[in-house]
Every structure is written in structure tokens, then in C-alpha cells.
């Protein structure tokens, strides 16, 4: 593939670096002084090939680690603190305040995704519409919490008024690839329920918090958000080595996720809220409508470059109509449009990690060597900076791109006889997140969906596999998730339910009547008197 190099426009020009200098630990934005790691685009800004130069932020270690954990530990104040005790009023009003700063920056941070991580324009948009969009979410459904779902015992003589309370302390780890919505599907329902949080950004997408920095300090009261700088390992191993850590707030893989709370000494009291790997499948039947998946398969298998944990990560497609998909599915993909993120109808973007395209190469390498075959044009085609989708077929057991997460540009295709081929692997995998079913048959389907739901945690009839909307509960089996994210259930996830007792009698009616008029009481009223 040729080198696609195109003037930047100037309002996307990298016009002034973004040096980080700063880490915000109690409510202070402190300033550091020593070494910094650089910030560097994948992308070109000059003819001849060469990173851009973004930024820098600092390269924290241990004592600044334990600084920020020492802030939150204090914020939360053994249950006793500011922010875990506040009315809902209070931290709803907190969030509001958040929220509102936030919406200025939109121009500044989407051309950060962009530059960044490589994000499409429009992607970058909608990942920071759908950010704001779940922080409301998030604000209502707090203010409705539990409203629905007591249930206590009849006639027992004792009064139960509900609450969701804070687990404590998070520590909160956001990924690469929605360095800002993702990283918020965590951060934000974890302080609004009163926990305390300490915060380390990916490596890329780092940048892009730097305009919120401001905004956090001045909306939390001081120590509920500590954010950090550095690498990941170095700060979480002291940190969770302190055992002050509560919850463990992770997305990106196992390997990190276990390797992070190994290192806690009381395994069995740190919670986990972890999205993680997934190898999601599509499963073509015979009577498919084939424009339509294959419509479906390319997007999912594509967009941002395969980069999407909830990305079809490897196809099944029956015998009978595997060579017309083959040709279809391929074209198709050859029809991409390669391109910097600004550009016009763009689809495939450069990809943030350098290592990525020399780890697509080894996967393809290791198929071909194993007897498939790259069945499009263009597959493999590479710039300093990209890997064009390879489309692999047939693909088999034994190579590495039907066990691996690939986590960008290379689909493989495997062909079935029997249903029970791809429900068998699915079964047998590491993962269990989503998978996508088409066909059109209902007496085939429905069985198949009863199946497949006891598989993953979505199905997805006739269409790609994703995580929105982001009511919707997002979570997986196996090795995919721990826990549930989406704005209803995250708030469950990152809080526990408590509630006040009291003997049904004048005396305890008389004062709970009182406590509860409040209106800024966090124990539900009335409704859960029965
Ligand atoms: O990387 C995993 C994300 O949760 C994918 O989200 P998405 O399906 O909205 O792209």
C-alpha cells in the first residue's frame, strides 16, 4: 500500500504540544519535576514519514503512586469522609458541575482521540457525545435507584428503607481504544455512588484528560478523583500491594487484570469490575440474507480497525454459502478507505501501538504457514503506520488467529456443516461476551438463540456485535468480564445495597418520619415501608 501521506488541514495541525506537567492527588494539581515520557501519533505531519511529537506527561513511581492512594484512602475517611456521607443532592450537584466543564472542551479533546489513537472524526465525535450523554444517564438513574426493586417482608414489624452505599476505594484503569468513554463507563458511576477513586490513564489516549484535569479538581471535593501518570505496573503493584484497594476497575486484558490483583494481600475482599478480552463470533446460516451480513460482518469485523473488544473477531459462515460470502466479504473489505482521521468517508485509520502491524504479521504468518490463505487483494498490504485487513480462509483450529484476541486487522473465516461446529468452539472458548447469529428462518433460529444465550451474554440477530446503547447491560462469562457495566448497572456494580432497620413502633415511626422528610435523605423514603 502506498504511503497516503496528505497535508494536515490546519484545524487538525498539532499547533502546540500538550506537556503535562502536573498529577492531581488531594484536590492539588501538583506540579512534577521529574522525568516525563513522551506522547507520540502514529501519524504524520510531514511527507517523509515520522511519529508526531504530542506531548509529554509524567513518568510517576511508587512514593507518587502511594500519594494519590493515600489521598483517596483519606477521602473516603473509614466511611466517614465528605463525599461518601454527602446527600445524593450534593454529589448529583458535584457531577452536574463536571459535566457542564466538560461540554467546553468538546473541539479540544476530539482532535486529541484523533491524533492519539486514530480515531475517525466522526467516531471521535460520537465518543464524546456518548460520554456526556452517559453522565446524564448516569445522574438520572442514580436519582432513581432502587425505586423499583425492594422488596421486604410483609407484616414482619420492622421498617426497611434502602440505600446503595460506597465500597470504598477504586482503583480505576481505562483502555486504549475508548480512552474516554470506556474510561468514564468506570470513573463516573464509581464516584458518583461515593466511592473515592485513584486513576491511571492508558498510554494512548493520555493526552486527551489533560483538559479535564481542571474540572475534576474543582467539582470533587479534594481526594475523591486522583489522577496519575505512568507506567501501569509500576504504579498499581505498590498500590495494591497497601491492601487499601477496595475495587478493582479494570478494561483492557486478563493478563494485566491478574497480574494487578496478585498483588493484593487479601484477594478475597477486592472486588473486581473488569471488561476484558472477547473473540465474539458471527454465525451465517444458509438462508441468511447476504447482503445483509456480509453488510454486518464487515463494519463489525472492521470499524476502528477491529480495535473494539465487542469486534466480530472471527466468522463462521455455512458450506453451502461460503464461497459467494468469501468473494463478497472480501471485496467488500478491499473497498475501505484508508486515511488520516480528518479525511473524508474514511474507514480504516492508523493504528495507535507501533508494535501492532509486526504482531497482525506474525497471526497471518502463522495461518499461512498452517495452510490458509489471504483471500482479498489487499490484505496484508502495509504503511509505516497501518496493516490492511487481511481476510484469512479456511482457518482452523490450530493457528493462533482462531485463539487469539487480534484486537485489529485480520479476520478469519471457518466454514460449518452442523450448527454444533461453532456452538461446540464456542462452548470450548476462553471467552463469552456477544456473538452474532444471521439467518432468517424463526423454527432455526429460536432454538439456536436459546442456545447461544447460554453461551455469551448478547445475541445479536441479524446484525454486528456492540456495546451500546450504553443502558443496555454490558458484561461477558469466562474470561470476557467480572461484573456489569452500562449506566444502570455499573451504579450497581460500584456500590452494595444497604439499609436502615427499625422496629415498627410510635417512638422510631416519629424520628424515622423526621429523618426522612429530609429531602436530602440517601435512604429511599416511604415506599419501602410495608
Ligand atoms: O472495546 C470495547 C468497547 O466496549 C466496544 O464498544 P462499542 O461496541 O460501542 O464500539
Same mark, same amino acid.
Given at each position: 500500500m502506498k504511503n497516503t501521506f496528505k497535508e494536515v488541514p490546519n484545524e487538525y495541525k498539532i499547533t502546540s504540544l500538550v506537556n503535562q506537567n502536573t498529577y492531581l492527588v488531594e484536590g492539588e494539581l501538583k506540579e512534577w519535576k521529574g522525568a516525563t515520557a513522551e506522547v507520540y501519533s502514529t501519524i504524520s505531519s510531514t511527507e517523509n514519514y515520522q511519529p508526531t511529537l504530542l506531548g509529554t506527561v509524567p513518568d510517576l513511581g511508587e512514593n507518587e503512586a502511594l500519594e494519590a492512594l493515600s489521598s483517596a484512602v483519606k477521602a473516603f475517611g473509614k466511611?466517614?469522609?465528605?463525599?461518601?456521607?454527602?446527600?445524593?443532592?450534593?454529589?448529583?450537584?458535584?457531577?452536574?458541575?463536571?459535566?457542564?466543564?466538560?461540554?467546553?472542551?468538546?473541539?479540544?479533546?476530539?482532535?486529541?482521540?484523533?491524533?492519539?489513537?486514530g480515531k475517525a472524526l466522526a467516531d471521535s465525535e460520537k465518543e464524546f457525545d456518548r460520554t456526556i450523554e452517559y453522565i446524564y444517564d448516569t445522574i438520572e438513574d442514580y436519582k432513581q435507584m432502587d425505586r423499583d426493586s425492594a422488596k421486604f417482608q410483609k407484616n414482619s414489624g420492622v421498617h426497611?428503607?434502602?440505600?446503595?452505599?460506597?465500597?470504598?476505594?477504586?482503583?480505576?484503569?481505562?483502555?486504549?481504544?475508548?480512552?474516554?468513554?470506556?474510561?468514564?463507563?468506570?470513573?463516573?458511576?464509581?464516584?458518583?455512588?461515593?466511592?473515592?477513586?485513584? &486513576?491511571?490513564?492508558?498510554?494512548?489516549?493520555?493526552?486527551? +484528560? %489533560? #483538559? *479535564?484535569? $481542571?474540572?475534576f479538581r474543582n467539582s470533587f471535593p479534594a481526594g475523591v478523583v486522583n489522577v496519575i501518570?505512568?507506567?501501569?505496573?509500576?504504579?498499581?503493584?505498590?498500590?495494591?500491594?497497601t491492601g487499601k484497594v477496595d475495587v478493582l476497575a479494570l478494561i483492557g486484558n486478563s493478563k494485566s487484570a491478574n497480574a494487578i490483583q496478585e498483588n493484593h494481600p487479601q484477594k478475597n475482599r477486592l472486588r473486581l469490575v473488569l471488561g476484558l478480552e472477547a473473540?465474539?463470533?458471527?454465525?451465517?446460516?444458509?438462508?441468511?440474507?447476504?447482503?445483509?451480513?456480509?453488510?454486518?460482518?464487515v463494519s463489525g469485523a472492521t470499524s476502528f480497525n477491529g480495535q473494539r473488544c465487542t469486534a466480530l473477531k472471527i466468522i463462521y459462515v455455512h458450506e453451502n454459502i461460503i464461497e459467494e460470502f468469501n468473494k463478497r466479504f472480501s471485496d467488500k473489505v478491499d473497498?475501505?478507505? &484508508?486515511?488520516?482521521?480528518?479525511?473524508?468517508?474514511?474507514? +480504516? %485509520? #492508523? *493504528?495507535? $501501538?507501533?508494535?501492532?502491524?509486526?504482531?497482525?504479521?506474525?497471526?497471518?504468518?502463522?495461518?499461512?504457514?498452517?495452510?490458509?490463505?489471504?483471500?482479498?487483494?489487499?490484505g496484508g498490504e502495509t504503511t509505516e503506520n497501518y496493516i490492511f485487513p487481511s481476510v484469512l480462509y479456511p482457518v482452523s483450529k490450530d493457528m493462533r488467529v482462531?485463539?487469539?484476541?487480534?484486537?485489529?486487522?485480520?479476520?478469519?473465516?471457518?466454514?460449518?456443516?452442523?450448527?454444533?461446529?461453532p456452538l461446540d468452539d464456542m462452548a470450548e472458548?476462553?471467552?463469552?461476551?456477544?456473538?452474532?447469529?444471521?439467518?432468517?428462518?424463526?423454527?432455526?433460529?429460536?432454538?439456536?438463540?436459546?442456545?447461544?444465550?447460554?453461551?455469551?451474554?448478547?445475541?445479536?440477530?441479524?446484525?454486528?456485535?456492540?456495546?451500546?446503547?450504553?443502558?443496555?447491560?454490558?458484561?461477558?462469562?469466562?474470561?470476557?468480564?467480572?461484573?456489569?457495566?452500562?449506566?444502570?448497572?455499573?451504579?450497581r456494580s460500584f456500590s452494595i445495597r444497604t439499609f436502615l432497620a427499625s422496629k415498627?413502633?410510635?417512638?422510631?415511626?416519629?424520628?424515622?418520619?423526621?429523618?426522612?422528610?429530609?429531602?436530602?435523605s440517601n435512604f429511599i423514603s416511604t415506599d419501602y415501608i410495608l
Open positions: 466511611g466517614q469522609g465528605l463525599w461518601p456521607t454527602m446527600k445524593v443532592e450534593g454529589r448529583i450537584a458535584a457531577m452536574e458541575k463536571f459535566v457542564v466543564q466538560m461540554k467546553t472542551k468538546r473541539t479540544e479533546i476530539v482532535k486529541l482521540l484523533m491524533w492519539e489513537i426497611a428503607h434502602i440505600r446503595r452505599g460506597p465500597l470504598g476505594v477504586i482503583l480505576c484503569l481505562g483502555p486504549y481504544n475508548y480512552p474516554l468513554n470506556e474510561t468514564f463507563a468506570l470513573l463516573i458511576p464509581a464516584i458518583i455512588m461515593g466511592n473515592t477513586t485513584v &486513576f491511571k490513564p492508558a498510554k494512548h489516549g493520555v493526552l486527551l +484528560l %489533560t #483538559p *479535564l484535569l $481542571e474540572a501518570y505512568g507506567r501501569g505496573r509500576t504504579l498499581a503493584t505498590p498500590i495494591m500491594k473473540k465474539n463470533p458471527a454465525i451465517v446460516l444458509e438462508d441468511a440474507d447476504l447482503d445483509l451480513a456480509i453488510n454486518e460482518c473497498a475501505l478507505k &484508508f486515511g488520516n482521521p480528518w479525511e473524508q468517508g474514511v474507514e +480504516l %485509520t #492508523p *493504528l495507535p $501501538e507501533p508494535g501492532k502491524t509486526a504482531y497482525i504479521q506474525e497471526l497471518i504468518d502463522d495461518a499461512t504457514n498452517k495452510g490458509a490463505k489471504i483471500i482479498n487483494k489487499k482462531y485463539e487469539e484476541e487480534q484486537f485489529g486487522p485480520v479476520t478469519p473465516i471457518l466454514s460449518f456443516k452442523n450448527i454444533e461446529e472458548s476462553n471467552y463469552g461476551q456477544q456473538v452474532s447469529v444471521f439467518g432468517s428462518d424463526v423454527n432455526t433460529l429460536s432454538p439456536l438463540i436459546d442456545t447461544l444465550v447460554n453461551l455469551v451474554c448478547r445475541v445479536n440477530l441479524n446484525s454486528s456485535c456492540q456495546r451500546g446503547p450504553d443502558v443496555y447491560p454490558f458484561t461477558g462469562r469466562k474470561d470476557s468480564a467480572v461484573g456489569t457495566l452500562s449506566v444502570h448497572d455499573a451504579l415498627d413502633t410510635d417512638y422510631n415511626n416519629a424520628i424515622l418520619k423526621e429523618l426522612l422528610d429530609k429531602k436530602t
